[in-house]
């Protein structure tokens, strides 16, 4: 099969999911939310227009699938005020620009130089061996927190904000500003995770992949459970994800990691919906409690990422965006991120 | 950060691998999947590999295959069924 039989296959493919959705939309009749959550999928939803050839009565909204985005104000504040006490620290790249309520970890690193930027934290491994009291910000979903307890198993500690899909997904449902229709899982936490979780949310379910022909057949999927009245979870996904997910991953982080409470940006706090590093030793939190306990609760600013998150309202509904809010004078972690709703927005156009 | 993309391993030493993304040769920690083999197909996030993907899997992701939806019955659109054909 060569590749221009590809491009034509998947062509095909798109077209006919475009079909079914066409028919289940009028046979569905009244107007239908799907939510997706995972940054990846917003990006390939906005670059391709996706949301633009949908029926008139589907309507698919960004919820909270930015991990940087997603965490609150004040844990922001906290790894910045530790970063400006000079601590070296090391943390993945879209964090750096955040903007804290004072500064951002880009700032601090143009006047302390101790600010890391990683892509992998296997790089960690090797600061450590330059920075022995290195912290690591441990920012992500599932996917990501495996790769913060392989340091946490390489003694070395962690200020940790990561935070599980599951219970966003639960508090959404019970949401009563946004009424949502069914969910499109996010690909990759599903990998570690597994798509059986996801069977006691009570909402039709599609985990999808990361190309606009599996947006489209996870969005047609859902139509046809949503048509049916079926809380079903449908794995569209499956060359990445089974049922029982990575269990490798999963012990380890039951190895280094408890469930807590967790503060979400636009959810506020979430019961067990975060990661807290078990060994005291290691927890950042604990180590620095002084410098953390000093950072005052952040003040309301013009910033409307929350409710973007929530899906309640649009970027383009913010009044910060695009007058006072762009990539280069982000005022919010939504326009920082690479995966935040208005970043992409800004980016496509809208 | 959802990003994961596909990977062929050519060589491993202990827990990292050499693996080849169509071309583009990096070292990758492989210590969160069960036994990998040089020749495996991997899905691999900041850089490491979080799942094997079967040969026919990978190539499925790598390019679309035409996937006949009018052969799938109501029963399989059960949750571990939805395959492509």
């Known amino acids: ?350 | 950060m959802c990003y994961a993309i596909p990977a062929k391993i050519l060589k491993i030493e202990d827990d990292t691998a050499e693996v080849d993304y169509g071309g583009v040769f990096k070292k990758v920690n492989v210590s969160l999947i069960d036994e990998p083999r040089a020749g495996d197909y991997v899905l691999i996030h900041a850089g490491f590999a979080i799942e094997k993907l079967d040969r026919k899997s990978a190539q499925e992701s790598l390019e679309i295959i035409r996937n006949d939806l009018s052969q799938f019955s109501e029963e399989d659109f059960e949750l571990e069924n939805y395959r492509d054909s």
């Open chain 1, 1 to 350: 099969m060569n590749k221009q039989d590809d491009i034509m296959d998947e062509k095909m493919l798109i077209a006919e999911h475009l079909k079914d959705i066409g028919d289940l939309a009028e046979k569905i009749g009244r107007n239908i939310t799907i939510m997706e959550i995972c940054g990846g999928h917003t990006r390939v939803i906005m670059e391709y227009g996706i949301r633009e050839i949908l029926p008139k009565n589907i309507r698919l909204i960004s919820g909270p699938g930015c991990p940087v985005c997603v965490s609150s104000q004040h844990d922001i504040d906290c790894m910045i005020e530790l970063a400006s006490k000079g601590i070296p620290v090391a943390t993945y790249g879209d964090m750096m620009r955040v903007p804290g309520s004072r500064y951002s970890l880009s700032d601090i690193n143009s006047r302390f130089g101790n600010v890391h930027e990683i892509y992998s934290t296997t790089e960690v491994l090797k600061l450590k061996r330059q920075f022995d009291n290195i912290v690591f910000f441990g920012v992500g979903f599932e996917t990501t927190a495996p790769m913060t307890a392989f340091l946490l198993e390489n003694g070395i500690a962690v200020y940790s904000v990561h935070k599980l899909v599951p219970p966003a997904l639960i508090a959404l449902t019970a949401a009563d500003d946004v009424h949502i229709d069914g969910f499109i899982d996010p690909g990759h936490v599903s990998t570690i995770i597994g798509s059986k979780v996801y069977k006691e949310i009570r909402i039709p379910q599609a985990i999808a992949g990361f190309n606009p022909e599996r947006i489209l057949r996870a969005i047609r999927v859902l139509l046809e459970l949503i048509l049916e009245n079926k809380d079903k979870v449908i794995n569209a996904y499956p060359e990445a994800v089974n049922e029982e997910g990575n269990r490798t991953a999963q012990k380890l982080l039951d190895k280094h990691f408890h469930v807590a409470d967790s503060e979400w940006r636009g959810l506020g706090i979430l019961p067990m919906s975060g990661l807290e590093v078990n060994d005291d030793r290691l927890n950042a939190k604990i180590l620095y409690k002084d410098i953390v306990d000093s950072v005052p609760i952040p003040k309301k600013s013009g910033c409307r990422c929350g409710d973007v998150l929530k899906g309640t309202i649009e970027p383009i509904e913010c009044p910060l965006y695009r007058k006072v809010c762009t990539p280069e004078n982000p005022q919010g972690a939504c326009m920082v991120s690479e995966e935040g709703s208005c970043a992409i927005s800004y980016h496509y156009g809208k």
